[in-house]
């Protein structure tokens, strides 16, 4: 392959590089894991309330099969949550638990939801790295040591 010819590059892929050359020119750490990428647009249907459009996702994997199923951590995230740095609520009639969560210490305010054996915490507009480096560092803090937590990010198409 001779170095003029034109590769294939997602969208994701480009808004990753915009990402790392914006931390770089900032002095961050281009290579952080908890580094927000790409934002969620905020809209407003006319039949009210408002929805998140694209964005960025992280997945907190135990590195656990637990055979409870989801409910041991959900235990895990409600007992980390009901510690004195979050407020937070579970207002949705969903079929897995779907959490609101402000994060005092950070101001930080996220989605985090508990789904196939993992911890998903959905980024807002405002949400910084801060936030979701602290809610990671309490969830490995406060679990077992048989836990080997990976995390995961994942960009959202709008």
Same mark, same amino acid.
């Given at each position: 392959?001779?170095?003029? %010819?034109?590769?294939?590059?997602?969208?994701?892929?480009? /808004?990753?590089?915009?990402? /790392?050359?914006?931390?770089?020119?900032? +002095?961050?750490?281009?290579?952080?894991?908890?580094?927000?990428?790409?934002?969620?647009?905020?809209?407003?249907?006319?039949?009210? +309330?408002?929805?998140?459009? +694209?964005?960025?996702?992280?997945?907190?994997?135990? +590195?656990?099969?637990?055979? %409870?199923?989801?409910?041991?951590?959900?235990?895990?995230?409600?007992?980390?949550?009901?510690?004195?740095?979050?407020?937070?609520?579970? *207002?949705?009639?969903?079929?897995?638990?779907?959490?609101?969560?402000?994060?005092?210490?950070?101001? %930080?305010?996220?989605?985090?939801?508990?789904? %196939?054996?993992?911890?998903? !915490?959905?980024?807002?507009?405002?949400?910084?790295?801060?936030?979701?480096?602290?809610?990671?560092?309490?969830? !490995?803090?406060?679990?077992?040591?048989?836990?080997? *937590?990976?995390?995961?990010?994942?960009?959202?198409?709008?």
């Amino acid at each position: 392959m001779v170095e003029d %010819d034109p590769t294939f590059v997602t969208a994701a892929e480009l /808004r990753e590089r915009e990402a /790392r050359a914006a931390a770089e020119s900032d +002095g961050r750490d281009p290579g952080d894991e908890f580094a927000i990428p790409s934002r969620p647009d905020r809209r407003y249907p006319r039949n009210g +309330g408002v929805e998140y459009v +694209g964005g960025t996702v992280f997945s907190f994997d135990p +590195g656990l099969d637990r055979e %409870d199923g989801d409910g041991g951590l959900v235990a895990l995230v409600e007992s980390v949550l009901d510690s004195e740095a979050y407020r937070y609520g579970d *207002w949705f009639d969903l079929p897995m638990p779907l959490y609101l969560v402000h994060d005092a210490s950070t101001h %930080d305010t996220f989605r985090v939801a508990v789904r %196939d054996g993992r911890v998903e !915490v959905h980024v807002l507009p405002e949400t910084e790295s801060e936030g979701i480096r602290a809610l990671y560092d309490r969830l !490995v803090e406060a679990s077992e040591e048989a836990f080997e *937590w990976t995390v995961e990010r994942r960009i959202e198409e709008p």
